[in-house]
C-alpha cells in the first residue's frame, strides 16, 4: 500500500490540509482562521483552500485520496456559507432591504397539469455592506380556508442572489400541491411571497397575487341549490333574486338559501355544473359527478321497458340528487 505523504513531498501539502479539514470541528477551524476573523480573511483562506484542492491538482493521487480531497472541498465551501451566516447572525449586519416587483405577474401556459407563470423581482446592481443579500426564498401556501385565505405556507424555492426571477410550475410537486389548493377552494387569486435573505434574517416579504379563477376555464361553472323538500340537487340560476322551481318536486326555493357547495368524494374540489346544466364536474380533478335530472329524461316507453338512463345504468334520477342509497329503495 502507498505510504502517507508529507507535506514536502509533490501533493503532500494538499493532503496535509485533506486530513486536518477531516479533524476540523467548526467552520474557522476548516477554513484554518481565527473565529473573529474579518470577511476579507476568510475570502482569502476559502481561495487558497479551493485553489489547492482542485482536481486538476491531484490528478496523479489515487482515487481514494481524490475522493477525500473532494470530501474535504466540499466541507470548505459549506464552512465558508456557515462562517458568513454565524458572522450575520451576531449582528454584524442587518436584514436586507424588502424587494421590488419587477412587473406584473405572468402566465406563459394555461395548459391543465402544465401550468406556468413567471415572478421577476428586482436584484440590487450593488451590495451592501450593512444589508447584504445572500439568496432568495420563494414561499406560497399549501391550503386555503373556506374563505379563501391562504394558509400554512411552505417553501417552494431558495435562489441564488443574482437570481431575480422565479417560475411557478405545476410539474414540480411542492409547488403543484399550492397550485391545486388554488383549484380547491377556486380562490380568485393565489399569492407567492419572496424575501431577500442574509445570515441576520428575511427581509418583509414580497407579495405577487397571481390572477387564477378567471385565468383557468375549467375553474369556471355554475354553482349547485338543494331543495329542502326532497334534496334534489340542481344547477342556481345566475339571477339569485327570484325563487326557483326544483325540477323533481316542483316546490319553489330561494336561491339564496338553497345554496350548496358539492365536493367531489374523490379530492374534495368543488363541483361546478357546465353551461347547459347537463353535467356536474369536479374543477379539481375532472371527475363526473353527477348528471342533471332533466338531461336524463326520457321516453316513457323506455322507462317502461327498463333500459338504461344513458350513461350509468338503473334509477337515472340518482345521478342528480343528493339523496343516501336506501332513500332509492
Known sequence: PPRPATPTEPGGAALAEVRRVSAARTPAEVLNIAADAEDAAMQKAWKR????????????????????????????????????????ASGAVEVPEKLEAAGKPLCTRNTPGQRRYEVRWVVPETSDAARPVEKFEVYGPRCFGHAGEPMEWVLLATLPKLEGCFIFVEESPSQQEVMWAGDRVRVPAVPLTVYACNGR????????????????????????????????????????????????????????SAAVVVRCPKCQGEALWDGSAARLDCRLCGRHVAVGLRAQQRPEKHRASGGSAGGSGGSGRCLGQSVPPTRHY
Not at 485553489?51 to 490528478?59: N, R, S, V
Not at 482515487?63 to 454565524?86: G, M, N, P, R, V
Not at 387564477?212 to 369556471?220: C, G, T
Open 49 to 88: 483552500l479551493v485553489f489547492m484542492l482542485h482536481p486538476d491538482k491531484l490528478m496523479a493521487h489515487s482515487d481514494a485520496e481524490k475522493a477525500a480531497a473532494a470530501q474535504a472541498l466540499h466541507a470548505i465551501h459549506q464552512a465558508k456559507q456557515d462562517f458568513k451566516e454565524s458572522a450575520q
Open 201 to 256: 434574517g428575511r427581509s418583509e416579504a414580497l407579495y405577487f397575487m397571481l390572477p387564477w379563477l378567471n385565468k383557468f376555464p375549467w375553474l369556471q361553472g355554475q354553482e349547485s341549490m338543494l331543495c329542502g323538500q326532497c334534496c334534489t340537487v340542481q344547477v342556481m340560476p345566475a339571477g339569485k333574486g327570484d325563487k326557483v322551481q326544483c325540477v323533481a318536486c316542483g316546490i319553489w326555493s330561494s336561491p339564496s
